[in-house]
């Protein structure tokens, strides 16, 4: 399961010199805005209430890039940032460059004076959001746009929306005198704007974690489950209801459907009972009131012009598509020629549209070979002819009930 992200506060007082009188209740009004999210697993909050530098490079450390959002609050000035226990101030051109090795960093926050020189440095760092401030800011102000922002972005809000909200929020409470140090008891106004400024350098706009990830291995377990109640549930629908299964038959390529018009049936066994499904003329047959997903169908088409391989069909509600192919006794036609004192022999037979042709043997019989082409026209025309005979024309129907066809031939003298 993901680590939560780690929400850094650090806070640092002048107890010496500018004492900020709220910085103290701003840590604690923090605190308890994400403690419901600390409770759930969703964030971890790190909070240095009276933090050293040291303090701020081990907890980078410890938690590596899970580190999302970096809020400081004390004192800065330009370029510079003030932290406990630390007799010179902290260069922003240096700590910057630290902060850029922080890959998880979303958010810097500095509620300080005047950090938005800091700005150049800052925006080299790639950090996606920046919120700064452009002059000395009044402390109960500083500790209310804080407290705002975080609220807002702890319901689930993108940084933007919620500096926005927070920027309106606070200037309808305080009429915007914002501007100015609270130390030694006199407060400076110098304008009505507001000094914090947000800098946004990605897309699409961020937003703090509100629910808990859910766990890949559980997501895995739950698709599991689903599946399998669907397959069973699906498996009881057709083994225990009944239900119209529908059959299609499939011509070979470039066989015009009309030749579905002669009759086709299909014989099945049902748990050992044959029946017998005519199909329509145009080839679809609907198998009524089955049922049973893993009973079998023993399948063997019944037609005069047709034949496919004995298989199986699954008892299903998908429909079943059947291919054909043209009966083997009907790529020849066979026959034999008379006249009225019996049987002929030699006597040439042509078929129409074809090189094919055959001469009757002492038997008067002949076989001609059906050119692939030519097997799906169902009727044929021979060509018969023999010196002193009449030659004739002869249509031959291969939905006869013979492949054996006799043919009379008149003598030119009658």
Known sequence: ???????????????????????????????????????????????????????VFQTFKKYKDRVAVFHYGGHAHDMELLFSQQQNP?????????????KGLQIVFFNACTTLPQLNVLQQTGISHLILTDSSINDEAAKLFSESFYQHLTSGRTVSRSFQEATAEVETKIGGSTRGLIWEGQQIVLDKSLPWKHIASSYPDWVLPTRKPFPLKAAVISLLILLLSVLAGYQIW????????TVSLQLPAGVDSTHFQYGHSLALSLDEEMINVPFSSTGYAIIKQVKGIERAVA?????????????????????????????????????????ETGLLEGVQVLLEGSQTSDTTDGQGYFKLLVPEAQIPNIKHKLYVQKEGYESID????????TDLFSIFLPSASL
């Open 1 to 55: 399961m993901p680590q939560p992200p780690v929400i850094l506060m650090a806070f640092s007082n002048d107890r010496e010199g500018k004492f900020l009188r709220n910085i103290s209740e701003e840590h604690q009004k923090l605190k308890a805005i994400f403690s419901p999210l600390v409770d759930k697993g969703i964030v971890q909050v790190v909070d240095l209430p009276n933090a050293s530098l040291d303090d």
């Open 90 to 102: 902290v260069d922003m051109e240096y700590f910057s460059k630290y902060l850029a090795q922080q």
């Open 238 to 245: 057709t083994r225990y209801f009944p239900f119209d299964m």
């Open 299 to 339: 399948m063997n088409l019944q037609s005069p012009l047709w034949v496919t391989e004995q298989t199986t069909l699954s008892l299903s509600r998908s429909p079943k598509v059947i291919p054909l192919q043209w009966a083997p006794k009907y790529s020849h036609i066979q026959g034999r020629i008379r006249d």
């Open 394 to 401: 002869v249509n031959i129907n291969l939905m006869d009930e």
